[in-house]
Protein backbone atom coordinates (compact mmCIF):
# COMPACT_ATOMS: atom_id res chain seq x y z
CA UNK A 1 0.00 0.00 0.00
CA UNK A 2 1.61 3.33 -0.80
CA UNK A 3 1.62 5.77 2.03
CA UNK A 4 0.67 9.05 1.58
CA UNK A 5 1.53 12.30 4.09
CA UNK A 6 -1.68 14.06 5.20
CA UNK A 7 -0.41 17.21 3.05
CA UNK A 8 -0.61 15.35 0.13
CA UNK A 9 -3.79 13.69 1.52
CA UNK A 10 -5.73 17.06 1.75
CA UNK A 11 -3.97 18.36 -1.56
CA UNK A 12 -6.28 15.11 -3.07
CA UNK A 13 -9.13 16.22 -1.44
CA UNK A 14 -8.70 19.73 -2.77
CA UNK A 15 -8.52 19.02 -6.24
CA UNK A 16 -10.46 15.57 -6.95
CA UNK A 17 -14.12 16.08 -6.14
CA UNK A 18 -15.21 12.93 -5.60
CA UNK A 19 -12.26 11.99 -3.53
CA UNK A 20 -14.05 15.27 -1.15
CA UNK A 21 -17.22 13.57 -1.77
CA UNK A 22 -16.19 10.83 0.39
CA UNK A 23 -14.10 12.81 2.76
CA UNK A 24 -17.87 15.19 3.46
CA UNK A 25 -19.73 12.15 3.86
CA UNK A 26 -17.48 10.97 7.08
CA UNK A 27 -17.23 14.99 8.27
CA UNK A 28 -21.30 14.96 8.02
CA UNK A 29 -22.62 11.79 8.92
CA UNK A 30 -19.66 10.27 11.41
CA UNK A 31 -21.81 7.82 13.09
CA UNK A 32 -22.60 5.65 9.18
CA UNK A 33 -20.88 3.66 7.36
CA UNK A 34 -19.99 5.33 3.84
CA UNK A 35 -20.70 2.80 0.93
CA UNK A 36 -19.73 4.54 -2.65
CA UNK A 37 -20.88 3.43 -5.28
CA UNK A 38 -20.18 3.60 -9.22
CA UNK A 39 -23.48 6.37 -9.83
CA UNK A 40 -21.56 7.89 -7.51
CA UNK A 41 -18.58 8.79 -10.10
CA UNK A 42 -21.27 9.42 -12.60
CA UNK A 43 -22.95 12.31 -10.76
CA UNK A 44 -19.40 13.62 -9.91
CA UNK A 45 -18.17 13.52 -13.10
CA UNK A 46 -21.40 15.42 -14.71
CA UNK A 47 -20.85 18.53 -12.51
CA UNK A 48 -17.35 18.43 -12.84
CA UNK A 49 -17.60 18.69 -16.89
CA UNK A 50 -20.41 21.33 -16.17
CA UNK A 51 -17.56 23.89 -15.00
CA UNK A 52 -17.09 26.92 -17.08
CA UNK A 53 -19.97 25.56 -20.00
CA UNK A 54 -23.14 26.16 -20.42
CA UNK A 55 -25.44 23.07 -18.92
CA UNK A 56 -28.73 22.03 -18.55
CA UNK A 57 -29.27 18.84 -17.15
CA UNK A 58 -31.26 16.26 -14.64
CA UNK A 59 -30.36 13.46 -12.16
CA UNK A 60 -32.74 10.85 -11.33
CA UNK A 61 -31.88 8.20 -8.91
CA UNK A 62 -34.12 6.83 -5.81
CA UNK A 63 -34.37 7.81 -2.30
CA UNK A 64 -31.06 7.39 0.14
CA UNK A 65 -29.08 7.77 -2.88
CA UNK A 66 -27.06 10.18 -1.53
CA UNK A 67 -28.16 12.67 -4.67
CA UNK A 68 -28.91 15.80 -2.83
CA UNK A 69 -25.61 15.30 -0.60
CA UNK A 70 -23.59 15.12 -3.94
CA UNK A 71 -25.27 17.96 -5.46
CA UNK A 72 -26.90 20.45 -3.17
CA UNK A 73 -24.06 20.12 -0.64
CA UNK A 74 -21.05 18.87 -1.10
CA UNK A 75 -20.79 20.48 -5.02
CA UNK A 76 -22.12 23.76 -3.61
CA UNK A 77 -19.27 23.70 -0.80
CA UNK A 78 -16.49 22.16 -3.19
CA UNK A 79 -17.30 24.94 -5.90
CA UNK A 80 -17.33 27.56 -3.07
CA UNK A 81 -14.17 26.83 -1.94
CA UNK A 82 -12.27 27.13 -5.66
CA UNK A 83 -14.20 29.90 -6.03
CA UNK A 84 -15.57 32.20 -3.52
CA UNK A 85 -17.80 34.49 -5.86
CA UNK A 86 -19.79 32.00 -7.09
CA UNK A 87 -23.54 32.39 -6.54
CA UNK A 88 -25.80 29.76 -6.00
CA UNK A 89 -29.64 29.78 -5.94
CA UNK A 90 -31.14 26.02 -4.45
CA UNK A 91 -34.95 25.67 -4.63
CA UNK A 92 -36.76 22.96 -2.99
CA UNK A 93 -40.83 21.68 -2.93
CA UNK A 94 -40.78 22.70 0.76
CA UNK A 95 -38.79 25.76 2.55
CA UNK A 96 -37.56 23.12 5.36
CA UNK A 97 -36.20 20.86 3.05
CA UNK A 98 -34.16 23.57 1.28
CA UNK A 99 -33.02 25.05 4.77
CA UNK A 100 -32.05 21.66 5.88
CA UNK A 101 -29.46 21.07 2.86
CA UNK A 102 -28.41 24.72 3.46
CA UNK A 103 -27.86 24.06 7.10
CA UNK A 104 -25.81 20.75 5.98
CA UNK A 105 -23.44 22.99 3.45
CA UNK A 106 -23.04 25.51 6.39
CA UNK A 107 -22.02 22.45 8.79
CA UNK A 108 -19.32 21.30 5.67
CA UNK A 109 -17.94 24.78 5.35
CA UNK A 110 -17.83 25.66 8.55
CA UNK A 111 -15.84 22.05 9.63
CA UNK A 112 -12.35 21.54 10.11
CA UNK A 113 -11.92 19.89 7.12
CA UNK A 114 -12.76 22.53 4.72
CA UNK A 115 -11.17 25.00 6.47
CA UNK A 116 -7.74 22.80 6.18
CA UNK A 117 -8.22 22.73 2.58
CA UNK A 118 -9.64 25.89 1.63
CA UNK A 119 -9.69 29.55 2.13
CA UNK A 120 -13.23 30.45 1.95
CA UNK A 121 -15.07 31.59 4.71
CA UNK A 122 -17.99 32.58 5.65
CA UNK A 123 -19.28 36.37 7.17
CA UNK A 124 -23.34 35.52 6.33
CA UNK A 125 -25.10 33.15 7.76
CA UNK A 126 -29.02 32.73 8.03
CA UNK A 127 -31.68 30.54 7.89
CA UNK A 128 -32.02 30.79 3.95
CA UNK A 129 -28.22 32.23 3.12
CA UNK A 130 -24.62 31.53 3.12
CA UNK A 131 -22.85 34.32 1.81
CA UNK A 132 -18.85 34.20 1.66
CA UNK A 133 -16.70 37.06 2.31
CA UNK A 134 -16.06 37.32 -1.47
CA UNK A 135 -19.63 38.43 -2.25
CA UNK A 136 -20.69 34.16 -3.28
CA UNK A 137 -23.62 32.92 -1.51
CA UNK A 138 -25.83 29.86 -1.71
CA UNK A 139 -29.05 30.98 -1.19
CA UNK A 140 -31.96 28.64 -0.32
CA UNK A 141 -35.52 28.78 -1.49
CA UNK A 142 -38.40 27.01 -2.24
CA UNK A 143 -40.58 25.93 -5.55
CA UNK A 144 -42.76 29.12 -6.26
CA UNK A 145 -40.88 31.65 -4.39
CA UNK A 146 -40.66 34.98 -6.96
CA UNK A 147 -37.01 35.50 -6.95
CA UNK A 148 -37.08 38.89 -8.03
CA UNK A 149 -33.93 40.76 -8.61
CA UNK A 150 -31.91 37.59 -7.49
CA UNK A 151 -29.76 35.62 -9.93
CA UNK A 152 -27.20 32.87 -9.42
CA UNK A 153 -24.23 31.55 -11.61
CA UNK A 154 -25.74 27.88 -11.04
CA UNK A 155 -29.52 27.11 -9.97
CA UNK A 156 -30.20 24.15 -8.20
CA UNK A 157 -33.46 22.42 -8.19
CA UNK A 158 -33.42 19.55 -5.43
CA UNK A 159 -36.75 17.68 -5.11
CA UNK A 160 -39.21 20.05 -6.91
CA UNK A 161 -42.19 18.06 -6.45
CA UNK A 162 -43.37 16.26 -2.73
CA UNK A 163 -44.46 12.59 -3.86
CA UNK A 164 -47.66 12.95 -2.08
CA UNK A 165 -48.46 15.96 -4.61
CA UNK A 166 -47.17 14.04 -7.91
CA UNK A 167 -51.12 12.76 -9.06
CA UNK A 168 -52.20 16.61 -8.91
CA UNK A 169 -52.08 18.12 -12.30
CA UNK A 170 -52.41 21.70 -10.65
CA UNK A 171 -49.33 20.55 -8.76
CA UNK A 172 -47.22 19.58 -11.04
CA UNK A 173 -48.15 22.60 -13.70
CA UNK A 174 -47.09 24.95 -10.63
CA UNK A 175 -43.81 23.13 -10.38
CA UNK A 176 -43.17 23.11 -14.39
CA UNK A 177 -44.74 26.81 -15.32
CA UNK A 178 -42.44 28.37 -11.59
CA UNK A 179 -39.39 26.34 -13.47
CA UNK A 180 -39.49 27.72 -16.84
CA UNK A 181 -41.05 31.23 -16.23
CA UNK A 182 -39.27 32.19 -13.06
CA UNK A 183 -36.08 30.28 -11.89
CA UNK A 184 -34.88 29.69 -15.74
CA UNK A 185 -35.07 33.37 -16.08
CA UNK A 186 -32.51 33.61 -13.11
CA UNK A 187 -29.13 32.84 -14.65
CA UNK A 188 -26.54 35.51 -14.47
CA UNK A 189 -24.86 34.34 -17.68
CA UNK A 190 -26.68 32.52 -20.34
CA UNK A 191 -23.76 31.48 -21.88
CA UNK A 192 -22.04 29.33 -18.92
CA UNK A 193 -25.15 29.20 -16.65
CA UNK A 194 -25.55 26.16 -15.10
CA UNK A 195 -29.00 23.91 -14.04
CA UNK A 196 -28.97 21.21 -12.77
CA UNK A 197 -32.56 19.32 -11.61
CA UNK A 198 -32.44 16.42 -8.86
CA UNK A 199 -34.81 14.15 -7.78
CA UNK A 200 -36.73 10.61 -8.41
CA UNK A 201 -39.06 9.85 -10.93
CA UNK A 202 -42.72 10.56 -9.86
CA UNK A 203 -44.91 10.95 -12.70
CA UNK A 204 -44.39 11.26 -16.84
CA UNK A 205 -45.36 14.64 -16.88
CA UNK A 206 -43.30 15.55 -13.46
CA UNK A 207 -40.73 18.52 -13.99
CA UNK A 208 -37.37 15.77 -15.05
CA UNK A 209 -40.31 14.48 -17.50
CA UNK A 210 -41.04 17.76 -19.00
CA UNK A 211 -37.48 18.34 -18.94
CA UNK A 212 -36.34 15.34 -21.05
CA UNK A 213 -39.72 15.85 -23.60
CA UNK A 214 -37.03 18.99 -24.23
CA UNK A 215 -34.44 16.83 -24.96
CA UNK A 216 -32.05 17.88 -21.71
CA UNK A 217 -29.64 15.67 -21.28
CA UNK A 218 -29.29 14.18 -17.90
CA UNK A 219 -28.73 10.88 -15.85
CA UNK A 220 -31.22 8.44 -15.04
CA UNK A 221 -30.80 5.39 -12.13
CA UNK A 222 -33.94 3.54 -11.99
CA UNK A 223 -33.14 1.25 -8.57
CA UNK A 224 -33.16 -1.73 -11.01
CA UNK A 225 -31.26 -1.66 -14.22
CA UNK A 226 -34.50 -2.27 -16.68
CA UNK A 227 -31.67 -3.30 -19.72
CA UNK A 228 -28.23 -3.91 -19.81
CA UNK A 229 -26.90 -0.11 -20.57
CA UNK A 230 -23.65 1.71 -21.04
CA UNK A 231 -23.37 4.72 -18.57
CA UNK A 232 -20.77 7.21 -19.95
CA UNK A 233 -19.92 10.75 -18.84
CA UNK A 234 -16.75 12.12 -19.63
CA UNK A 235 -13.83 10.19 -19.01
CA UNK A 236 -16.36 7.94 -16.77
CA UNK A 237 -17.66 4.55 -18.41
CA UNK A 238 -20.08 2.01 -16.23
CA UNK A 239 -21.52 -1.46 -17.95
CA UNK A 240 -24.88 -1.72 -15.82
CA UNK A 241 -26.46 -4.88 -16.38
CA UNK A 242 -30.15 -6.03 -16.66
CA UNK A 243 -31.27 -7.08 -13.39
CA UNK A 244 -28.91 -5.44 -11.18
CA UNK A 245 -29.51 -3.03 -8.32
CA UNK A 246 -28.63 0.33 -8.79
CA UNK A 247 -26.59 0.22 -4.71
CA UNK A 248 -25.19 -3.74 -4.12
CA UNK A 249 -27.05 -2.72 -0.69
CA UNK A 250 -29.61 -0.31 -1.06
CA UNK A 251 -29.31 2.28 1.95
CA UNK A 252 -33.38 1.55 1.56
CA UNK A 253 -34.42 -1.49 0.80
CA UNK A 254 -37.22 -2.87 -1.72
CA UNK A 255 -39.18 -3.72 1.96
CA UNK A 256 -39.27 0.52 2.57
CA UNK A 257 -41.62 1.00 -0.68
CA UNK A 258 -44.46 -1.34 0.14
CA UNK A 259 -44.17 0.55 3.46
CA UNK A 260 -44.86 3.93 2.22
CA UNK A 261 -48.11 3.40 2.03
CA UNK A 262 -51.63 1.75 1.54
CA UNK A 263 -53.00 3.63 -1.61
CA UNK A 264 -52.37 3.27 -4.71
CA UNK A 265 -51.94 7.20 -4.86
CA UNK A 266 -49.01 6.87 -2.32
CA UNK A 267 -47.31 3.64 -3.30
CA UNK A 268 -47.51 4.84 -7.21
CA UNK A 269 -44.76 7.16 -7.20
CA UNK A 270 -42.39 5.99 -5.16
CA UNK A 271 -42.78 2.16 -6.98
CA UNK A 272 -41.92 4.49 -10.28
CA UNK A 273 -38.45 4.68 -8.45
CA UNK A 274 -38.07 1.04 -9.96
CA UNK A 275 -38.20 2.22 -13.27
CA UNK A 276 -36.72 4.64 -16.01
CA UNK A 277 -40.07 6.36 -16.72
CA UNK A 278 -43.06 6.47 -14.47
CA UNK A 279 -46.40 4.52 -16.28
CA UNK A 280 -49.31 5.95 -17.45
CA UNK A 281 -51.91 6.66 -14.54
CA UNK A 282 -54.51 4.55 -16.42
CA UNK A 283 -51.18 1.82 -16.09
Known amino acids: MIQITPAQRDAIFRSNFLAFFHASFHELEPNKKFEPNWHHEAISELLVQSQGKLTHAFISAPPRSLKSLLVSVVWVAFKLGHDPTHKFICASYSRDLANHLGAQCRKLMQSDLYCRLFRTRLQKITEDELMTTEGGFRLSTSVGSTLTGLGGDTLIVDDPLNASDAYSETQRKTVNTWFTDTLSSRSNDKRTAAIFVVGQRLHQNDLIGTLIAKDWSGLVF ?62
Open 222 to 283: PAIAPRDTLIEVGRFKHFWKEGEPLQPRPRTGFQWFERCGREARVLAPVAACRKPRPAPEHA
